[in-house]
């Protein structure tokens, strides 16, 4: 390049150099000062009109080094080289550890429970998680029963539903408790086996779902046991063994056997899962019976079907009614209720053969409380209301049921729970296990009640023909002669009469009523007789 181009471009080259490497004037408060970033005329110094590159160009050496956008300052918080005069400068950057704030310990106060007792939640001795875990684990042992609506509906002005428990497959709603009690005994108390004792409903129910689980069982039974009640044992599959005239004797003999052998003596009792296979029904009854207002559970035995009950309707709705229903011969519950306390035992006239699965029990400490908590009435019904509920479950549900089982239904046709008409009603029948001979004797009895079967005496001529025209009145009155007996009076005032007795039998109340008004017309002699 010629002279003048060299001297042009070192003039130009020193003053850029001046530009680059000059101090750096001080920067004023009121401006702006990035920690990072610095603005043009801090690097490149107070910009000049008369220049047309604002860069150096790129050769080798400091003078074509592009300047770093970074101050150089800054860079010793990265520990990254620094670029001053040509010289290369490495900064180390250490961890310094921070000191310790130490939080003071807050003001000594005294809580409100130092001043006063703040009283625990009661433990509840039932709990619906447990009635719950009791219907998921005998699910598969147990029959989920129907609970259909009655053809007594209309005749009492409520709906009825019936949650028929006797169709279990030993014929009581026991089941439930007795097999959940089963399951939670311990792998060793399964080993040994367990013993019961008594001809009762629970210990039908233990000797089948025992054997079901392979768990040993034995049954101590009373010589008064019937052949054919010891026979539903066996098939059962327990070992029976007949000791001792009554069911104390059987019972001591039984507790005897278990401490000796190690056996597990089972009985009915209110032990909480017990009670909490029983409360399955009230879960089932709350799921089949939509809109459901009132519960109707006979309060017999140890009262467990009814606390269980109780105890899983009141959790699911509270708004239901749940009633109580007990023999009038035997009102421990309400007794207890009167006394504040559970009786023992209760003073009264009991029908041993009817209600003799009923009247050996007893009314436990934490059942009453649960029965005065979550019950709302209990109510008592006669051994008569009890026959004739047996007999309309007979005509109406084709069913047999015993005493116990028709205690609900006895309330209801009795008229002993009025504030129940035009509401959903579920009654539980319980059980259905009584001899057929006692069901005959039972039924035979309800007809008299229901004057249905009625008796009657007529004093008739010796003359041919007496005795005929008063069968062919009541053969047009479409009556049934069950029986009849012709007997001579000794009487020497009546010597030409005849006294006829005679059984028959109506369709109904109204029919009944007609007979009578009939016979009375034409039969001045007519006596009616108590059967």
């Known amino acids: 390049m010629n002279f003048a181009a060299q001297l042009f471009y ?52 400091a003078a074509g080094r592009r300047p770093t956008l970074i101050e150089p300052e800054r860079m010793k918080d990265f520990g990254v080289e620094e670029l001053l005069n040509g010289d290369v400068k490495v900064h180390e950057t250490g961890v310094v550890q921070r000191t310790e704030i130490k939080l003071k310990s807050p003001p000594k106060t005294r809580r409100l429970s130092e001043f006063r007792v703040v009283p625990r939640p009661p433990i509840q001795y039932l709990r619906f998680e447990d009635i719950s875990a009791a219907a998921f684990r005998i699910q598969s042992g147990i029959q989920k029963t129907p609970c259909t609506y009655s053809r007594l509906s209309k005749q009492y002005g409520m709906e009825i539903f019936l949650k028929k428990e006797h169709l279990q497959y030993t014929g ?8 959940y009690l089963l399951t939670s005994l311990t792998q060793e108390q399964q080993r040994k086996g367990v013993i019961v004792a008594t001809d009762c409903n629970f210990s039908m ?4 779902h025992a054997v079901e689980l ?10 008064c046991c019937t052949s054919s009640r010891l026979r539903i044992y066996r098939d059962y599959g327990a070992m029976v063994i007949s000791y001792g005239s009554t069911s104390r004797d059987s019972q001591n003999h039984a507790r005897h056997l278990a401490s000796e052998n190690g056996y597990l003596y089972v009985e009915e009792d209110e032990s909480p899962p017990y009670l909490a296979g029983l409360g399955t029904v009230g879960m089932e009854i709350y799921e089949q019976v939509p809109k459901l207002e009132a519960v109707v559970v006979p309060a017999a035995g140890q009262y467990g079907l009814l606390a269980g009950t109780a105890a899983a309707i009141k959790h699911l709705n509270s708004q239901i009614l749940v009633i109580g229903v007990e023999p009038e011969g035997f009102p421990l519950l309400r007794q207890s209720l009167k006394t504040d306390g559970p009786v023992r035992d209760v003073h009264g006239n009991q ?22 908590t979550l019950v709302d009435r209990v109510v008592s019904v006669s051994e008569e ?16 049921v015993d005493t116990e089982g028709a205690l609900g239904l006895a309330a209801i046709l009795a008229g002993q729970l009025p504030e129940l008409k035009g509401k959903r009603v579920a009654v539980v029948v319980s059980s259905a296990n009584m001899d057929l001979e006692l069901v005959r004797q039972c039924v035979d009895r309800a007809l008299v009640l229901d004057d249905r079967v009625s008796k009657f005496s007529v004093q008739l001529g010796e003359w041919p023909g007496d005795m005929a025209k008063l ?10 002669l069950l029986d009849v007996c012709h007997r001579r009076h000794s009487d020497r005032a009546d010597i030409f009469k005849a006294k006829v007795e005679c059984v028959v039998e109506t369709k109904d109340k109204a029919q009944s009523a007609q007979l009578r008004k009939m016979l009375s017309e034409r039969y001045p002699s007519l006596c009616w007789l108590d059967r």
Do not use: C
Request: avoid cysteine; charged fraction near 30%; charge should be negative.
């Open 10 to 61: 070192s003039t130009y080259l020193q003053e850029r150099l001046e530009q680059l490497y000059s101090p750096k004037p001080a920067v004023k408060d009121s401006e702006e000062n990035d920690p990072f970033w610095q603005r043009e005329e801090l690097r490149l110094g107070p910009e000049q009109q008369d220049h047309f590159h604002k860069v150096g160009p790129v050769q080798n050496g």
């Open 471 to 480: 069968l062919d009145t009541l053969s047009r009155e479409d009556i049934r």
């Open 385 to 400: 209301d009890s026959l004739v509920a047996m007999l309309r479950f007979q005509e109406f549900e084709r069913s047999t």
């Open 172 to 179: 009581s709603t026991k089941e439930r408790g007795a097999l």
């Open 205 to 208: 129910a233990v000797s089948h």
């Open 351 to 372: 029908n041993t053969k009817l209600y003799g699965d009923l009247v050996e029990r007893s009314l436990g400490t934490n059942t009453f409380h649960l029965a005065k």
């Open 214 to 223: 392979k768990i040993p069982v034995f049954v101590i039974m009373p010589s």
